[in-house]
């Protein structure tokens, strides 16, 4: 009984932190801002995989909108969940899938990630995302966030 409250509770929390206005969710950690940079910077040039496009500001106060649409390239493709990647680019790389696992959903081709309310320590942050579609066409792609202070 006491198992069923818990998860009970717990799966409450989860749906009302995507739907209540003013909740934030803490993307980025304040020790896992403190890391190192990477200085690996990636690799860049036309890829066949899917698009990875962007929406939001990429200097903004925390918190913050994020949103991410992964979108095939190819007409007969779909996205493969099981393979999208996300990480804050730091050493070592932080995996962030897990955090943002509840603000991830499919469509019939495409994949979306919104998440309201995010937030991140003052300073740069580098997010990658890397997915590959249906056909076994792989994107990937890092997006710049500078958080400045409130004031």
């Not at 950690?29 to 890829?47: Q, S, T, V, Y």
């Amino acid at each position: 009984m006491l198992i069923r409250i818990t998860l009970f509770a717990i799966c409450s929390i989860v749906l009302l932190s995507t739907s209540v206005p003013g909740f934030s969710f803490e993307l980025i950690r304040k020790e896992e801002a403190a890391l190192p940079d990477n200085p690996f910077r990636g690799m860049r040039g036309p890829l066949a995989g899917p698009v990875i496009k962007f929406y939001g500001a990429h200097r903004t106060r925390s918190p913050f909108d994020l949103t991410v649409e992964l979108i095939p390239r190819v007409k007969v493709a779909s996205i493969n969940l099981g393979s999208l990647e996300v990480w804050y680019r730091k050493d070592p790389m932080v995996n962030l899938k897990d955090r943002i696992a509840t603000f991830i959903v499919q469509k019939e081709r495409t994949v979306v990630i919104r998440i309201k309310g995010a937030e991140a320590p003052v300073g740069k942050h580098q997010i990658v995302f890397q997915v590959e579609d249906t056909e076994e066409q792989f994107a990937i792609e890092a997006f710049d966030i500078e958080i400045v202070p409130n004031q």
